[in-house]
């Protein structure tokens, strides 16, 4: 869904409750590195994404405490034109708050009110849809001296005038005839904006880039794997890529994809110690027997790496999982902290990337310090009962390295692994809590299949090109036994100890895919769920103390901040990003829900229209039929479909193939999958991948899935 006159509908919307838009100067002008730095007292603001540089989503303000917080009501909301994925974290400076919804856009409010101040909408291209793995999803912007940055799925970064949403100046980062894309947050460091990417799955090169925050010129890019071509970049990373990374690479497909190793997500940065950090990703394909003939690390992939921040220069890395080919991405939330190890204080850095270990290290010299598996399971358990056993038993501390299952890297056979492709821990933030010592971890468990791709493809550029049997994740036929899958998947709000390596409290969830993280010093620890409960938990015990219906899901992290002499606390509401692929792991949604801004604070008054929420359609597949063979068309909806319209045709939020009135004819099929009609709305034609037989081979195979879903819906009650 797009906008096209938001700022007027909104106006409307805010003048119906009463508020007057309201304009005027701010001061984010004010906003520089003296500040940024100083931003750990400054509990009034959220200036950074993750609120300070260490990111450790932690906030000083106890208004909002375990006494007060049953006197929490909703102060506020605003509900946007966009629908899909809803991940940012706002940004807050002196009373302005700033969010990004999907498709990029930018939306700038009073932070008291909720009066609509601006928005901004970069006009991203419908079908560069296509070229996100995860949902047209955006999680937030930066600020920095009277201005608001924010990366636009098309592979832009834009400055804006931080009063009035005027753009001020505009770069493309990547090259857009390739399948970049930009989901994450700027930061910006002494002046310059940082920016990565995504796309590792359909096929390219991975890199971080910093621009000049006032003029929009380059200053240094860090490529995290070799060149293909096997030259030099005159980049920041020639030398470290020639020396270390460049003998960790062999022959493999990645000199056709660029390898992956995109930089989507998790940043930090340590003042004193002037040094910045950032999460790489996935190879490309995610097979490394394909990707590099099954030999070397495959450097940078899933890895931290440190790096200057004036120069890209590099420092020190380390990487999570050697040879990655499981998708383990290393790009999770990275965290800054000191800690108490062996009766020394020690300044580390903090990840639970997907592969499920949570790793601390020193952050000035990479030196792994721990590293303990983190399952969402009782904490005593040692592998989720009744689940397929973990890829790796441990990580031995003198390498560094993981102590693998012998298996687990389908070179003979499928295996059926956790964790799986979503991880124990995704892109959803942490928190700490400096007085408990706990960092508070949103977990997942969610097993898969993997195995070699049988049909041998090559590699096609801008399809997904994973080097995987994308058929064994499949749906079971049976109805009962997917009723089964479904009950075996879940999630768990984790109450982790970094020092003890073990968890002191959890809280089980009923589905895998839910919010990020806040902690306060009022000793309160906020999360959303996927079924749309905004929720407080006791910091130190885990025990529930407050709870709002949001009607809609969440898996953006709340933030808070004050105005005046009170505390409000924000959350992005709307569900979507990577479980689009997974609907059997989500809660049921008829529809893609609109998503909205909620803030919260001591009694609050406001009330939330409550959403329309339409029945599923009724499959009528009467004089339906079709020439296609649905055995062959498993295996092309599979490989090309599952990936937004969920495995075995089960859709999700996302239009559900089997309900949709464009299976029923094969013409109004075809002008969509091979001619592009619905292009501009993400579903580009996919003719350069698939055969004309192909066409109408899926559209077969998705007929037979109605059926058999037409069948279960008779026999319900």
């Keep these: 869904m797009r906008i096209s006159a938001l700022a007027a509908m909104a106006a409307a919307l805010v003048l119906a409750a009463g508020c007057q838009p309201q304009g005027g100067s701010t001061t984010a002008a004010q906003v520089n590195a003296e500040r940024l730095t100083a931003a750990e007292t400054d509990g009034a603001n959220w200036m950074n994404y993750g609120r300070t540089y260490s990111e450790q989503r932690h906030s000083p303000l106890d208004q909002v405490n375990l006494e007060t917080v049953s006197q929490l009501g909703l102060a506020w909301y605003h509900e946007f034109e966009t629908d899909r994925g809803h991940q940012a974290t706002p940004v807050v400076v002196d009373g302005t708050l700033y969010t990004t919804t999907s498709w990029s856009m930018v939306h700038a409010f009073d932070a008291a009110t909720g009066a609509l101040k601006w928005s901004y909408d970069p006009k991203v291209p419908g079908e560069t849809a296509h070229k996100a793995c995860c949902d047209v999803v955006n999680r937030g912007v930066a600020v920095w001296e009277g201005k608001v940055f924010v990366g636009t799925l098309d592979g832009r970064l834009v400055a804006l005038d931080a009063d009035t949403g005027a753009e001020l100046w505009s770069v493309v980062t990547v090259d857009q005839s390739k399948p970049y894309t930009i989901t994450g947050a700027p930061r910006v460091v002494k002046g310059k904006v940082l920016i990565g990417n995504g796309g590792a799955e359909l096929g390219v090169r991975g890199y971080l880039s910093a621009y ?109 999982t050697p040879g990655d080919t499981w998708d383990f991405t290393a790009t999770q939330h990275l965290m800054l902290a000191e800690l108490p190890i062996e009766g020394v204080t020690r300044k580390v850095i903090m990840q639970l990337p997907k592969n499920g270990f949570f790793y601390v290290l020193d952050r000035e010299t990479g030196k792994l310090l721990s590293a303990n598996p983190v399952y969402p399971m009782a904490p005593e358990a040692a592998t989720p009962p009744g689940m397929p056993v973990a890829w790796a038993s441990g990580v031995d501390l003198a390498t560094g390295r993981p102590v693998e299952n012998p298996s687990a890297r389908y070179k003979a056979a499928p295996a059926l692994l956790f964790p799986g492709p979503f991880g124990v821990h995704n892109w959803h933030p942490m928190a700490w809590s400096a007085a408990e010592k706990l960092v508070y971890i949103p977990t997942m468990l969610v097993p898969s299949a993997y195995g070699n791709d049988p049909t041998g493809e090559p590699f096609n550029p801008g399809a997904w090109n994973t080097g995987t049997g994308m058929a064994l994740g499949a749906l079971p036929d049976d109805e009962a036994q997917r009723q089964g899958l479904r009950a075996m998947l879940r999630g768990q709000l984790v109450a982790w100890d970094p020092v003890a390596g073990k968890a002191r409290w959890s809280v089980d969830r009923a589905f895998p895919w839910n919010g990020g993280i806040l902690a306060t010093a009022g000793g309160l620890v906020f999360q959303g769920t996927a079924e749309g409960q905004f929720q407080a938990f006791n910091a130190a015990t885990g025990e529930k103390v407050w709870e709002y219906q949001t009607q809609n899901g969440i898996v953006a992290a709340p933030m808070t901040y004050q105005v005046g002499n009170d505390q409000y606390v924000a959350v992005m509401v709307g569900y979507g990003g990577a479980i689009i692929a997974a609907p059997i792991a989500a809660p049921d949604r008829p529809v893609s829900l609109k998503g909205r801004l909620m803030v919260f604070k001591i009694g609050g008054t406001a009330t939330a229209t409550a959403y329309d929420l339409p029945e599923p359609l009724p499959i009528d597949l009467a004089g339906v039929t079709t020439t296609g063979d649905p055995a062959a068309g498993f295996g092309v909806y599979m490989r090309h479909c599952q990936v937004c319209h969920g495995a075995s045709a089960v859709g999700g939020l996302l239009p559900d193939l089997r309900r949709s009135p464009i299976t029923r004819d094969a013409a109004s099929w075809r002008s969509v999958v091979w001619d592009g009609a619905a292009a501009s709305r993400g579903m580009v034609s996919f003719k350069q991948w698939i055969t004309e037989a192909d066409v109408e081979n899926a559209r077969a195979y998705v007929i037979q899935e109605a059926r058999r879903q037409a069948a279960v819906d008779a026999a319900k009650p």
Excluded: C
């Design 212 to 320: 000049d925050a006032g003029s929009g010129e380059l200053a240094w890019r860090f490529y995290t794997t070799p060149n293909p071509e096997g030259r030099a970049d005159n980049a920041a990373s020639d030398a470290v890529l020639a020396e270390l990374a460049g003998p960790t690479w062999s022959d493999g497909t990645w000199k056709q994809s660029g390898g992956g190793g995109t930089v989507w997500d998790a940043m930090a940065y340590d003042p004193e110690l002037d040094m910045l950090y950032f999460g790489v990703g996935n190879g490309n394909p995610w097979n490394h027997q394909q990707r590099s003939g099954g030999e070397g690390d495959n450097l940078f992939i899933s890895s931290i790496v440190a790096v200057d921040p004036d120069t890209g220069d590099y420092k020190w890395h380390y990487q999570t």
